[in-house]
């Protein structure tokens, strides 16, 4: 059994699997969201409930932050309301792929009062964060990371420390372009053909043979046999 709460902010498609995963595998779990929802379904499957930001920086020395974006994770970190008007020690964990100034902002206020950070952002998609096989790719300072490797190895299968502070999102900036511009390679790829009067699903089962084959590729299969290309797949 694991000792110590854990504080998680943040329940949405990828903290809900993410808080849950740390859950069964025996952490005490301490959760907030704005959304009573998720909170709600997450307590009934074991988590503890926090009323506000404010509780769990009272609560836990270990907080674990997957908002939507800086301005949220900002708000959580060094808000009115936030966890450092009360949290005394300890790390917060920022999975939010966000801005680098914004990191460093909220690293830099944090760690005046003597806390650390380190960001870690995922990727893997809600499946991953679900299924708890997510790849974690962190930046910080490595003796903080390693304490906390097993907190993370909790929620992902692949778990990297880059470098110092935003080395992790830099990671996982990379792995963005890498992944927009593939997209937009296939879409570009798949238009020229259907211009030319080839048929899609030929092309798509020709290509998964081929050299251009890819996981990326093959998770595109509905959306490019169907030829709909819903924002989540092209963002």
């Known amino acids: 059994m694991n000792t110590?709460?854990?504080g998680f902010i943040g329940l949405g498609n990828m903290g809900f699997g993410m808080a849950r995963?740390?859950?069964?595998?025996?952490?005490?779990?301490?959760?907030?969201?704005?959304?009573?929802?998720?909170?709600?379904?997450l307590v009934q499957q074991g988590a503890r409930r926090a009323e506000s930001v404010v509780q769990i920086g009272q609560t836990c020395e270990r907080v674990m932050v997957m908002v939507v974006n800086g301005a949220q994770v900002e708000a959580v970190v060094s808000g009115e309301h936030g966890l450092l008007q009360t949290m005394g020690s300890g790390v917060i964990i920022v999975h939010s792929t966000i801005a680098l100034s914004e990191l460093r902002r909220v690293a830099v206020q944090a760690e005046a009062r003597g806390i650390q950070v380190i960001d870690c952002p995922v990727s893997g998609g809600v499946e991953?964060?679900?299924?708890?096989?997510?790849?974690?790719?962190?930046?910080?300072?490595?003796?903080?990371?390693?304490?906390?490797?097993?907190?993370?190895?909790?929620?992902?299968?692949?778990?990297?420390h880059l470098g110092?502070?935003?080395?992790?999102?830099i990671g996982k900036l990379a792995n963005n372009l890498i992944l927009g511009v593939g997209r937009l390679a296939i879409a570009e790829a798949f238009g020229m053909a259907k211009k030319a009067g080839l048929?899609?699903?030929?092309?798509?089962?020709?290509?998964?043979?081929?050299?251009?084959?890819?996981?990326?590729?093959?998770?595109l299969e509905g959306a490019l046999l169907r030829g709909e290309y819903p924002p989540a797949l092209v963002s």
């Open 199 to 219: 048929s899609t699903e030929a092309l798509y089962h020709t290509m998964i043979t081929c050299t251009a084959d890819s996981k990326q590729l093959r998770s």
């Open 21 to 41: 995963n740390l859950v069964v595998k025996g952490y005490d779990v301490m959760a907030y969201d704005l959304a009573p929802e998720p909170l709600e379904r």
């Open 128 to 160: 991953g964060a679900a299924e708890g096989t997510l790849t974690i790719l962190s930046g910080g300072d490595a003796s903080v990371f390693e304490a906390q490797r097993p907190l993370l190895d909790a929620v992902a299968a692949n778990v990297t």
């Open 4 to 6: 110590g709460t854990v």
């Open 164 to 169: 110092p502070l935003g080395a992790g999102l």
